[in-house]
Protein backbone atom coordinates (compact mmCIF):
# COMPACT_ATOMS: atom_id res chain seq x y z
CA UNK A 1 0.00 0.00 0.00
CA UNK A 2 3.08 2.26 0.48
CA UNK A 3 4.21 1.41 -2.70
CA UNK A 4 1.26 2.11 -4.61
CA UNK A 5 0.64 5.41 -2.70
CA UNK A 6 3.89 6.52 -3.83
CA UNK A 7 3.83 5.51 -7.35
CA UNK A 8 0.71 7.54 -7.31
CA UNK A 9 1.76 10.64 -5.95
CA UNK A 10 5.30 10.72 -7.20
CA UNK A 11 7.37 10.88 -3.96
CA UNK A 12 9.90 8.88 -1.93
CA UNK A 13 10.25 9.18 1.71
CA UNK A 14 13.02 10.89 2.90
CA UNK A 15 15.41 8.40 4.90
CA UNK A 16 15.54 10.88 7.69
CA UNK A 17 11.55 10.78 7.69
CA UNK A 18 10.70 7.30 7.72
CA UNK A 19 11.06 7.50 11.95
CA UNK A 20 8.38 9.82 12.23
CA UNK A 21 6.26 7.86 9.77
CA UNK A 22 2.92 7.26 11.26
CA UNK A 23 0.30 4.45 9.57
CA UNK A 24 -3.10 5.89 9.99
CA UNK A 25 -4.91 4.31 7.91
CA UNK A 26 -7.87 1.84 9.45
CA UNK A 27 -8.31 -1.28 9.45
CA UNK A 28 -10.75 -2.89 7.09
CA UNK A 29 -11.14 0.27 5.28
CA UNK A 30 -8.86 -0.14 2.37
CA UNK A 31 -9.64 -1.89 -0.91
CA UNK A 32 -6.85 -2.83 -3.45
CA UNK A 33 -6.81 -3.69 -7.04
CA UNK A 34 -4.63 -6.38 -7.74
CA UNK A 35 -2.51 -6.99 -11.00
CA UNK A 36 -1.06 -10.29 -12.11
CA UNK A 37 2.22 -8.54 -13.11
CA UNK A 38 5.19 -10.81 -15.13
CA UNK A 39 6.58 -11.24 -11.55
CA UNK A 40 3.82 -11.98 -9.61
CA UNK A 41 1.25 -9.82 -8.23
CA UNK A 42 1.39 -5.79 -7.65
CA UNK A 43 -1.19 -3.45 -5.94
CA UNK A 44 -2.24 -1.41 -9.25
CA UNK A 45 -4.40 0.56 -7.50
CA UNK A 46 -6.27 1.29 -4.19
CA UNK A 47 -8.10 3.63 -1.69
CA UNK A 48 -9.27 3.94 1.64
CA UNK A 49 -11.22 5.91 3.85
CA UNK A 50 -11.65 6.90 7.88
CA UNK A 51 -14.78 6.72 9.96
CA UNK A 52 -14.98 10.33 10.62
CA UNK A 53 -17.47 12.27 12.42
CA UNK A 54 -18.58 15.50 10.60
CA UNK A 55 -20.26 18.73 12.38
CA UNK A 56 -23.20 19.95 10.85
CA UNK A 57 -25.12 22.60 10.70
CA UNK A 58 -26.84 22.37 14.29
CA UNK A 59 -23.73 20.99 15.83
CA UNK A 60 -25.03 17.45 15.52
CA UNK A 61 -22.13 14.71 14.07
CA UNK A 62 -22.66 12.66 11.31
CA UNK A 63 -21.29 9.51 10.20
CA UNK A 64 -18.82 9.68 7.16
CA UNK A 65 -16.53 8.14 5.11
CA UNK A 66 -13.11 10.29 4.77
CA UNK A 67 -12.31 9.16 1.34
CA UNK A 68 -8.34 9.15 0.99
CA UNK A 69 -5.44 7.49 -0.46
CA UNK A 70 -7.49 6.93 -4.11
CA UNK A 71 -4.09 6.29 -6.20
CA UNK A 72 -3.54 4.40 -9.63
CA UNK A 73 -0.33 3.01 -10.76
CA UNK A 74 0.63 5.45 -13.71
CA UNK A 75 0.98 1.87 -15.83
CA UNK A 76 -2.62 1.47 -15.08
CA UNK A 77 -4.44 5.27 -15.39
CA UNK A 78 -7.54 5.97 -17.53
CA UNK A 79 -8.47 2.10 -17.72
CA UNK A 80 -11.55 2.83 -14.91
CA UNK A 81 -10.23 1.59 -12.09
CA UNK A 82 -10.46 5.03 -10.31
CA UNK A 83 -13.92 4.89 -11.45
CA UNK A 84 -14.78 1.55 -10.23
CA UNK A 85 -12.99 1.89 -6.87
CA UNK A 86 -15.42 4.97 -6.35
CA UNK A 87 -18.19 3.24 -6.92
CA UNK A 88 -17.36 0.53 -4.49
CA UNK A 89 -16.73 3.31 -2.19
CA UNK A 90 -20.00 4.97 -2.44
CA UNK A 91 -21.75 1.13 -2.19
CA UNK A 92 -19.97 -0.29 1.08
CA UNK A 93 -20.01 3.47 2.82
CA UNK A 94 -23.80 3.81 2.19
CA UNK A 95 -23.49 -0.38 3.39
CA UNK A 96 -21.46 1.17 6.87
CA UNK A 97 -24.67 3.80 7.59
CA UNK A 98 -22.48 6.77 6.46
CA UNK A 99 -24.84 9.76 6.10
CA UNK A 100 -21.87 11.48 3.97
CA UNK A 101 -18.40 10.65 2.28
CA UNK A 102 -16.07 13.57 2.41
CA UNK A 103 -12.76 13.93 1.16
CA UNK A 104 -9.42 16.72 0.07
CA UNK A 105 -9.30 16.40 -3.30
CA UNK A 106 -5.70 16.17 -4.98
CA UNK A 107 -7.04 17.39 -8.00
CA UNK A 108 -10.68 19.50 -8.77
CA UNK A 109 -11.70 18.00 -11.97
CA UNK A 110 -11.72 14.21 -10.09
CA UNK A 111 -14.68 13.79 -7.96
CA UNK A 112 -17.50 15.87 -9.56
CA UNK A 113 -18.73 12.94 -11.72
CA UNK A 114 -18.98 10.57 -8.27
CA UNK A 115 -21.20 13.30 -6.81
CA UNK A 116 -18.61 15.42 -4.77
CA UNK A 117 -18.90 18.77 -4.62
CA UNK A 118 -16.75 21.61 -2.67
CA UNK A 119 -17.91 22.80 0.41
CA UNK A 120 -16.17 24.21 2.35
CA UNK A 121 -13.04 26.69 1.47
CA UNK A 122 -9.96 27.55 3.40
CA UNK A 123 -8.00 30.83 3.39
CA UNK A 124 -4.20 31.22 3.33
CA UNK A 125 -3.36 34.87 4.64
CA UNK A 126 0.37 35.91 4.33
CA UNK A 127 0.88 39.74 6.80
CA UNK A 128 3.48 42.11 7.66
CA UNK A 129 5.23 41.62 11.05
CA UNK A 130 3.62 44.44 13.34
CA UNK A 131 0.26 44.09 11.50
CA UNK A 132 -1.97 46.36 13.64
CA UNK A 133 -4.91 44.15 15.59
CA UNK A 134 -7.75 45.73 17.66
CA UNK A 135 -8.08 46.25 21.05
CA UNK A 136 -9.95 43.02 22.31
CA UNK A 137 -10.81 43.37 26.35
CA UNK A 138 -8.92 40.54 28.43
CA UNK A 139 -6.36 39.77 25.68
CA UNK A 140 -3.29 41.08 27.95
CA UNK A 141 -4.53 39.30 30.72
CA UNK A 142 -3.62 35.89 29.07
CA UNK A 143 -0.20 34.21 29.21
CA UNK A 144 1.21 32.68 25.65
CA UNK A 145 3.33 30.47 26.52
CA UNK A 146 6.43 29.37 23.61
CA UNK A 147 7.38 26.07 23.49
CA UNK A 148 9.02 23.28 21.26
CA UNK A 149 6.33 21.18 19.91
CA UNK A 150 6.12 17.99 22.29
CA UNK A 151 3.09 15.84 20.14
CA UNK A 152 2.81 13.14 23.35
CA UNK A 153 1.96 16.35 25.81
CA UNK A 154 0.67 19.09 23.53
CA UNK A 155 -1.34 16.65 21.29
CA UNK A 156 -3.99 15.72 23.92
CA UNK A 157 -3.41 18.45 26.68
CA UNK A 158 -3.47 21.46 24.10
CA UNK A 159 -4.04 20.42 20.59
CA UNK A 160 -6.86 18.51 20.51
CA UNK A 161 -8.39 19.69 23.58
CA UNK A 162 -8.96 22.80 21.84
CA UNK A 163 -10.14 21.67 18.57
CA UNK A 164 -12.37 19.39 19.73
CA UNK A 165 -14.28 22.74 21.10
CA UNK A 166 -15.00 23.95 18.52
CA UNK A 167 -18.31 24.65 16.99
CA UNK A 168 -18.22 24.82 13.27
CA UNK A 169 -20.41 23.08 10.26
CA UNK A 170 -17.65 20.79 8.55
CA UNK A 171 -15.17 20.11 11.56
CA UNK A 172 -14.01 16.95 11.71
CA UNK A 173 -12.54 15.66 15.08
CA UNK A 174 -9.08 13.29 14.86
CA UNK A 175 -10.79 10.43 16.67
CA UNK A 176 -7.64 7.72 16.46
CA UNK A 177 -4.37 7.83 18.02
CA UNK A 178 -2.86 7.77 14.51
CA UNK A 179 -4.56 10.34 13.53
CA UNK A 180 -3.53 12.14 16.21
CA UNK A 181 -0.12 11.77 15.54
CA UNK A 182 0.00 11.99 11.94
CA UNK A 183 -1.29 15.69 12.66
CA UNK A 184 1.68 16.41 14.43
CA UNK A 185 4.28 14.94 12.74
CA UNK A 186 7.44 16.98 12.18
CA UNK A 187 9.14 15.87 9.10
CA UNK A 188 12.45 16.40 9.32
CA UNK A 189 12.71 17.00 5.31
CA UNK A 190 9.83 19.58 5.40
CA UNK A 191 11.72 22.00 7.24
CA UNK A 192 13.55 23.34 4.90
CA UNK A 193 16.18 25.09 6.70
CA UNK A 194 13.27 26.18 9.23
CA UNK A 195 13.36 25.41 13.28
CA UNK A 196 11.54 22.06 13.96
CA UNK A 197 8.10 22.47 15.05
CA UNK A 198 7.36 25.41 18.17
CA UNK A 199 3.81 25.75 19.85
CA UNK A 200 2.20 29.14 21.18
CA UNK A 201 -0.17 28.76 23.51
CA UNK A 202 -2.74 30.81 25.15
CA UNK A 203 -4.03 29.93 28.91
CA UNK A 204 -6.59 31.81 30.73
CA UNK A 205 -5.93 32.33 34.49
CA UNK A 206 -6.59 28.68 35.26
CA UNK A 207 -3.95 27.40 32.80
CA UNK A 208 -7.14 26.03 30.89
CA UNK A 209 -5.41 26.45 27.14
CA UNK A 210 -7.94 28.90 25.22
CA UNK A 211 -5.78 28.84 21.91
CA UNK A 212 -2.79 27.51 20.21
CA UNK A 213 -0.87 27.79 16.90
CA UNK A 214 1.96 25.40 15.70
CA UNK A 215 4.32 27.30 14.02
CA UNK A 216 8.24 27.23 12.46
CA UNK A 217 10.26 30.28 11.82
CA UNK A 218 12.90 30.81 9.64
CA UNK A 219 15.71 33.28 9.34
CA UNK A 220 16.62 35.53 6.38
CA UNK A 221 18.21 38.49 6.02
CA UNK A 222 17.34 41.07 3.33
CA UNK A 223 18.93 44.29 2.09
CA UNK A 224 20.80 46.20 4.11
CA UNK A 225 20.54 43.12 6.54
CA UNK A 226 17.35 43.94 7.85
CA UNK A 227 15.88 40.88 9.59
CA UNK A 228 13.47 39.16 6.80
CA UNK A 229 12.57 35.53 8.41
CA UNK A 230 9.14 34.44 8.14
CA UNK A 231 6.70 32.60 10.29
CA UNK A 232 4.64 29.84 8.90
CA UNK A 233 1.63 28.54 10.58
CA UNK A 234 -0.43 25.68 9.64
CA UNK A 235 -2.55 24.62 12.46
CA UNK A 236 -3.87 27.95 14.55
CA UNK A 237 -7.63 27.94 16.70
CA UNK A 238 -8.41 30.48 19.40
CA UNK A 239 -11.73 29.46 21.22
CA UNK A 240 -12.91 33.64 22.13
CA UNK A 241 -11.91 37.18 20.81
CA UNK A 242 -9.31 37.86 23.88
CA UNK A 243 -7.60 34.28 23.03
CA UNK A 244 -7.14 35.12 19.37
CA UNK A 245 -6.18 38.66 19.88
CA UNK A 246 -3.20 37.13 22.82
CA UNK A 247 -2.41 34.46 19.85
CA UNK A 248 -1.87 36.30 17.05
CA UNK A 249 -0.15 39.55 18.23
CA UNK A 250 2.35 36.88 19.72
CA UNK A 251 2.82 35.51 16.12
CA UNK A 252 2.88 39.05 14.57
CA UNK A 253 5.80 40.30 16.73
CA UNK A 254 8.64 37.49 16.71
CA UNK A 255 11.87 39.26 16.69
CA UNK A 256 13.52 39.30 13.52
CA UNK A 257 10.35 38.28 11.57
CA UNK A 258 9.58 39.79 8.29
CA UNK A 259 6.19 38.37 8.15
CA UNK A 260 3.80 35.96 9.17
CA UNK A 261 1.93 33.29 6.67
CA UNK A 262 -0.92 31.74 8.30
CA UNK A 263 -2.47 28.71 6.71
CA UNK A 264 -5.65 26.82 6.63
CA UNK A 265 -7.90 29.32 8.27
CA UNK A 266 -11.77 29.46 7.94
CA UNK A 267 -12.87 31.34 6.03
CA UNK A 268 -14.13 33.69 8.57
CA UNK A 269 -11.47 32.63 11.11
CA UNK A 270 -11.33 35.73 13.81
CA UNK A 271 -7.77 37.49 12.69
CA UNK A 272 -9.69 39.04 9.79
CA UNK A 273 -12.19 40.72 12.04
CA UNK A 274 -9.42 41.63 14.22
CA UNK A 275 -6.78 43.34 11.56
CA UNK A 276 -7.01 47.29 11.41
CA UNK A 277 -5.84 47.31 7.65
CA UNK A 278 -7.04 44.28 5.22
CA UNK A 279 -5.53 46.06 2.62
CA UNK A 280 -2.12 44.82 0.96
CA UNK A 281 -2.92 41.45 2.73
CA UNK A 282 -2.04 38.70 0.53
CA UNK A 283 -5.23 36.12 1.13
CA UNK A 284 -5.81 32.88 -0.89
CA UNK A 285 -8.97 30.80 -1.43
CA UNK A 286 -8.82 26.94 -1.35
CA UNK A 287 -10.83 24.25 -2.02
CA UNK A 288 -11.18 22.29 1.54
CA UNK A 289 -13.52 20.08 2.09
CA UNK A 290 -15.69 17.96 -0.42
CA UNK A 291 -19.13 16.49 0.49
CA UNK A 292 -20.66 13.70 -1.06
CA UNK A 293 -24.12 13.03 0.11
CA UNK A 294 -24.64 9.46 0.76
CA UNK A 295 -28.51 9.09 2.10
CA UNK A 296 -30.45 12.51 1.35
CA UNK A 297 -32.89 11.92 3.68
CA UNK A 298 -30.70 11.24 6.91
CA UNK A 299 -28.40 14.43 5.96
CA UNK A 300 -31.05 17.02 5.19
CA UNK A 301 -32.91 15.64 8.69
CA UNK A 302 -29.86 15.94 10.70
CA UNK A 303 -28.80 19.50 9.97
CA UNK A 304 -30.38 22.76 11.43
CA UNK A 305 -31.47 25.52 9.23
CA UNK A 306 -31.34 29.11 10.47
CA UNK A 307 -35.01 29.82 8.67
CA UNK A 308 -38.17 28.59 7.91
CA UNK A 309 -37.82 25.90 5.54
CA UNK A 310 -40.27 24.63 2.82
CA UNK A 311 -39.42 23.37 -0.61
CA UNK A 312 -39.64 20.99 -2.98
CA UNK A 313 -36.17 19.41 -4.36
CA UNK A 314 -35.41 17.64 -7.14
CA UNK A 315 -32.63 16.10 -6.51
CA UNK A 316 -30.58 14.52 -9.52
CA UNK A 317 -28.01 11.41 -8.74
CA UNK A 318 -26.77 9.11 -11.56
CA UNK A 319 -24.76 6.44 -8.48
CA UNK A 320 -27.30 6.34 -5.73
CA UNK A 321 -30.77 5.69 -7.50
CA UNK A 322 -32.13 5.99 -3.57
CA UNK A 323 -31.11 10.06 -3.68
CA UNK A 324 -32.61 10.52 -6.81
CA UNK A 325 -36.21 11.76 -6.11
CA UNK A 326 -38.09 14.52 -5.16
CA UNK A 327 -37.97 16.20 -1.59
CA UNK A 328 -40.09 17.34 0.70
CA UNK A 329 -37.75 19.40 3.23
CA UNK A 330 -39.95 21.30 5.74
CA UNK A 331 -38.48 22.57 9.08
CA UNK A 332 -35.62 25.64 10.55
CA UNK A 333 -33.47 26.14 13.75
CA UNK A 334 -34.59 22.65 15.38
CA UNK A 335 -34.04 20.14 12.10
CA UNK A 336 -36.21 18.88 9.27
CA UNK A 337 -38.39 17.09 8.00
CA UNK A 338 -37.32 15.23 4.88
CA UNK A 339 -39.84 13.05 2.67
CA UNK A 340 -40.16 11.94 -0.72
CA UNK A 341 -43.23 13.22 -2.37
CA UNK A 342 -44.92 13.46 -6.16
CA UNK A 343 -45.74 17.48 -5.44
CA UNK A 344 -44.50 19.55 -7.84
CA UNK A 345 -41.05 20.06 -7.67
CA UNK A 346 -39.84 24.38 -6.66
CA UNK A 347 -36.11 24.06 -7.03
CA UNK A 348 -34.13 21.19 -9.31
CA UNK A 349 -29.96 20.20 -8.51
CA UNK A 350 -27.66 17.75 -8.45
CA UNK A 351 -26.40 15.83 -5.88
CA UNK A 352 -22.81 17.04 -6.11
CA UNK A 353 -24.47 20.76 -5.62
CA UNK A 354 -26.43 19.71 -2.88
CA UNK A 355 -23.06 18.60 -1.31
CA UNK A 356 -21.81 21.83 -2.33
CA UNK A 357 -24.44 23.51 -0.63
CA UNK A 358 -25.08 21.38 2.45
CA UNK A 359 -22.78 22.83 5.24
CA UNK A 360 -23.94 25.89 4.53
CA UNK A 361 -20.33 26.45 3.07
CA UNK A 362 -21.69 27.39 -0.70
CA UNK A 363 -24.54 29.67 -1.31
CA UNK A 364 -27.36 28.27 -3.49
CA UNK A 365 -28.11 31.27 -4.93
CA UNK A 366 -24.79 31.53 -6.13
CA UNK A 367 -24.70 27.94 -7.67
CA UNK A 368 -28.48 28.77 -9.31
CA UNK A 369 -26.70 31.89 -11.02
CA UNK A 370 -24.01 29.96 -12.52
CA UNK A 371 -26.91 27.55 -13.64
CA UNK A 372 -25.58 24.62 -11.27
CA UNK A 373 -29.33 24.95 -9.30
CA UNK A 374 -32.73 25.30 -11.29
CA UNK A 375 -35.24 27.66 -9.72
CA UNK A 376 -38.39 26.21 -11.19
CA UNK A 377 -41.50 27.90 -9.02
CA UNK A 378 -40.42 31.62 -9.01
CA UNK A 379 -39.83 33.16 -5.58
CA UNK A 380 -38.72 30.05 -3.84
CA UNK A 381 -34.65 30.03 -4.97
CA UNK A 382 -33.99 33.21 -2.16
CA UNK A 383 -35.80 31.46 0.88
CA UNK A 384 -34.42 28.05 0.18
CA UNK A 385 -31.02 29.84 0.03
CA UNK A 386 -31.35 31.43 3.37
CA UNK A 387 -32.35 28.63 4.89
CA UNK A 388 -29.43 26.01 3.56
CA UNK A 389 -26.95 28.82 4.73
CA UNK A 390 -25.11 28.76 8.11
CA UNK A 391 -24.13 31.75 10.26
CA UNK A 392 -20.48 30.27 10.98
CA UNK A 393 -18.17 29.79 7.68
CA UNK A 394 -17.95 25.10 7.16
CA UNK A 395 -14.41 24.72 7.39
CA UNK A 396 -12.33 21.33 8.34
CA UNK A 397 -8.51 22.82 8.72
CA UNK A 398 -6.57 19.77 8.18
CA UNK A 399 -5.80 17.24 5.56
CA UNK A 400 -6.32 13.72 5.68
C1 LIG B 1 -9.30 11.77 -1.95
C2 LIG B 1 -7.94 11.50 -2.57
O1 LIG B 1 -7.30 10.56 -2.21
S1 LIG B 1 -7.36 12.56 -3.78
C3 LIG B 1 -6.03 11.70 -4.53
C4 LIG B 1 -6.27 11.31 -5.97
N1 LIG B 1 -5.05 10.66 -6.45
C5 LIG B 1 -4.11 11.29 -7.21
O2 LIG B 1 -4.24 12.42 -7.63
C6 LIG B 1 -2.85 10.48 -7.50
C7 LIG B 1 -2.45 10.51 -8.97
N2 LIG B 1 -3.53 10.11 -9.87
C8 LIG B 1 -4.09 8.88 -9.84
O3 LIG B 1 -3.78 8.03 -9.02
C9 LIG B 1 -5.14 8.57 -10.89
O4 LIG B 1 -4.76 9.21 -12.09
C10 LIG B 1 -6.57 9.00 -10.51
C11 LIG B 1 -6.97 8.35 -9.19
C12 LIG B 1 -6.68 10.53 -10.34
C13 LIG B 1 -7.53 8.60 -11.63
O5 LIG B 1 -7.47 7.20 -11.77
P1 LIG B 1 -7.81 6.47 -13.15
O6 LIG B 1 -7.95 5.03 -12.85
O7 LIG B 1 -6.84 6.89 -14.19
O8 LIG B 1 -9.22 7.11 -13.51
P2 LIG B 1 -10.36 6.42 -14.39
O9 LIG B 1 -9.74 5.75 -15.58
O10 LIG B 1 -11.24 5.58 -13.54
O11 LIG B 1 -11.14 7.71 -14.88
C14 LIG B 1 -12.47 7.98 -14.54
C15 LIG B 1 -12.81 9.36 -15.06
O12 LIG B 1 -12.02 10.33 -14.35
C16 LIG B 1 -11.31 11.16 -15.28
N3 LIG B 1 -10.06 11.54 -14.63
C17 LIG B 1 -9.11 10.73 -14.18
N4 LIG B 1 -8.12 11.43 -13.61
C18 LIG B 1 -8.46 12.73 -13.71
C19 LIG B 1 -7.84 13.93 -13.31
N5 LIG B 1 -6.64 13.94 -12.71
N6 LIG B 1 -8.49 15.10 -13.54
C20 LIG B 1 -9.69 15.10 -14.18
N7 LIG B 1 -10.32 13.97 -14.56
C21 LIG B 1 -9.71 12.80 -14.34
C22 LIG B 1 -11.13 10.29 -16.49
O13 LIG B 1 -10.88 11.06 -17.63
C23 LIG B 1 -12.47 9.57 -16.54
O14 LIG B 1 -13.42 10.49 -17.07
P3 LIG B 1 -14.86 10.05 -17.68
O15 LIG B 1 -15.75 9.79 -16.48
O16 LIG B 1 -15.28 11.25 -18.43
O17 LIG B 1 -14.62 8.83 -18.50
Same mark, same amino acid.
Given at each position: ?????? #??????????????????? &?????????????????????? *? *???????????????????? #?????????????????????? @?????????? *??????????????????????? *???????????????????????????????????????????????????????? @???????????????????????????????????????????? &????????????????????? @??? #??????????????????????? $???????? @??????????? #??????????????????????????????????????????????? &?????????? $??????????????????????????????????????????????????????
Amino acid at each position: MREIDR #WAFAFDLNPEDEPADVWNL &EPGRSVGVWHDATRGPVLAAMH *S *SFAFRVQVPGGERLPAAGLT #WVGVHPGHRRRGLSRAMLHAHL @RRSRERGEVL *SVLNAAESGIYGRYGYGIASHRV *SLSLSRGAGLRAVPGADALAVELETLDPAYHGPEVVERVHGAVVRPGWITRDTPEL @RAAHLVDWPSARRGAERKRIAVVRDSSGEPRGYAVLRRKESWGE &ENLPAGTVSVHDALALDPAAS @RAL #WSTLLDLDLMGQVKAHNLAPDDA $LLGLLIEL @RGIERRVHDDV #WVRILDVRAALEARAYPAAVDVVLEVDDALVPDNASRWHVRGGPDGA &EVTRTDEPAQ $LALGIADLGAVYLGGTSLAALAAAGRATELVPGTLVPAATAFAWPVAASTGWGF
